[in-house]
Structures are given as structure tokens and as C-alpha cells.
């Protein structure tokens, strides 16, 4: 039963980071500046949970709901702050093992969405505890784990 469980973890981790990297690859697009300007907060107004913004530009918007949308559940909650920040809550049935397997797929689709520039992944457990950061600096091509 363990292995069964462990097993589906691990799939479905890696169908995760299949998702992400194909559709990141087959339907990113280029930002425009119309796609850079702050979009207004929900602070303040009355609205449900998931009425909430996922970004603070229309970009980011897209990427947040589309992040948490084909996570499968991998995912509660998603911010792109910027265009260049993207904080990502994970849901409990995310394993230890998987955190970065999550964070490195993660991370190559927010490049692909929004190239040539350093961008940043915040991991945080469901309590809202960073758990990961991953960084990648463009001009260098590398990226940092902390």
C-alpha cells in the first residue's frame, strides 16, 4: 500500500512537470507592455477566495490561474508578483521528495512565459511556510536553490 501510495505520488509529479512544460512551450506568448501595468487589488472589496487575483499584471494574472488550474491539485494557491516573482502554496498530498521536481518545472514554464529576465519561485507549504527558493539569473542560465 505504501509503494502504491508513494508510486502515485511520484506520477503524479512528473505528469505535473509534463503538463507544465508542454503547455508552456506549445502556448506562451510574448508580454506586451499593455500586459506589465498593475491590475487593481480585491482588497477591500467584497470578494470569495476565488475571485482573488493571481498576479499583479494581467500576465501574471493568466499565469497564476493557469498555475493553479492544470496543477491537479498539486497547487493551492499561486501569485506572480511583477512578472519576474511567482509564490506557489502546495497542497498537502505534495511530498518532501517532490518539492523540487515541482519548483524546476515550475520555474521553466514562468521562463518561457516571461523570457530574459532573472525570475524568482517561492515554494511555501499549506501552513504559508517558505519551503524552497529558486532563483534563475538569466544572464547566467543558472539556478539557485535555497
Do not use: H
Amino acid at each position: 500500500m505504501v509503494l502504491f501510495q508513494q508510486s502515485r505520488k511520484i506520477l503524479m509529479a512528473l505528469s505535473l512537470m509534463l503538463i507544465l512544460t508542454l503547455t508552456t512551450a506549445c502556448g506562451g506568448g510574448t508580454i506586451t507592455q499593455a500586459d506589465r501595468t498593475t491590475t487593481p487589488s480585491a482588497v477591500g472589496r467584497d470578494v470569495t477566495y476565488a475571485e482573488l487575483e493571481r498576479g499583479n499584471t494581467p500576465a501574471g494574472q493568466n499565469f497564476g490561474k493557469w498555475v493553479v488550474q492544470t496543477s491537479k491539485g498539486l497547487v493551492q494557491d499561486a501569485y506572480v508578483r511583477d512578472n519576474n516573482k511567482l509564490g506557489v502554496v502546495i497542497s498537502p498530498q505534495v511530498s518532501p521528495n517532490e518539492v523540487r521536481p515541482l519548483a524546476s518545472a515550475l520555474l521553466q514554464g514562468f521562463r518561457k512565459n516571461f523570457p530574459n529576465q532573472d525570475v524568482k519561485i517561492l515554494l511555501y507549504a499549506p501552513d504559508k511556510k517558505l519551503i524552497l527558493t529558486a532563483d534563475y539569473v538569466a544572464q547566467t542560465n543558472q539556478v539557485k536553490y535555497s
